[in-house]
């Protein structure tokens, strides 16, 4: 009488290991052979949600949102101090790509931090600047530049508004010496001021005023003759 094979009851343990392997959904502490550990989201065996990724070499640590294995949404990069240990704030804001992109805060150290735009992970768009000597720069960046239209303050109140290009003053523009009571108005070719009109400004209220006022004007055109210094500037360019 010929043997009847049925059907096995329960499937070989491969396959519920192979099932267990592809994470998808929350997933309990995952470790890399390189040290590194992420506790999170997954999809399709991808870090996909919502997570934190230790970096084991450079003591440094993710916080936030991943999209398909990479660093995607909002979310906070932080590095370990070496002397107290505790996590100190480098970046926080949003990632696409594993780059910091969209509108973001990142602190450069305790006293000088950038705000604003970012693209592939350069400041690009909009932004504020603090720097660490108390001088604040608000406008438009292109590729970690000043670029387009912005506002220098110094720390002594000093300031310039106007064109910039590749992170120099460049273009129209006009600076207020508001310690010595004076503002020029000009043309300005990368950090030089190439032709323009000193006025005084707010002499008065100025710490350290120039001894005397600056005298009227007397050329007859003024204004044509300003133009025609900027005309030929512009075509050396």
Known sequence: MPLTKHPRDTEP??????????????????????????????????KHGNGTYVYKNTKSIYEGDWKCGKRSGFGTYSVQDPI??????????????NKEHGYGTYFYTGREYYEGDWKNGQRSGWGRMYFANGDMYEGEWLEDKHCGQGMLKLANENRYEGSWKNGKKHGPGRFYYLDKGQMYEGTWVEDIPKCGTVVDFRREEASMPTKYPIPGVTVADPEGVLQIARTLLEKQE
């Open 84 to 97: 107290t240990g505790e996590y100190v704030k480098v970046y926080s804001g949003c990632w696409e790509n």
């Open 13 to 46: 343990p491969w396959r519920e290991w192979d099932r267990k392997a592809q994470k998808s959904g929350l997933r309990h502490t995952v470790y890399c052979v390189n040290g590194d550990q992420y506790t999170g989201e997954w999809l399709d065996n991808l």
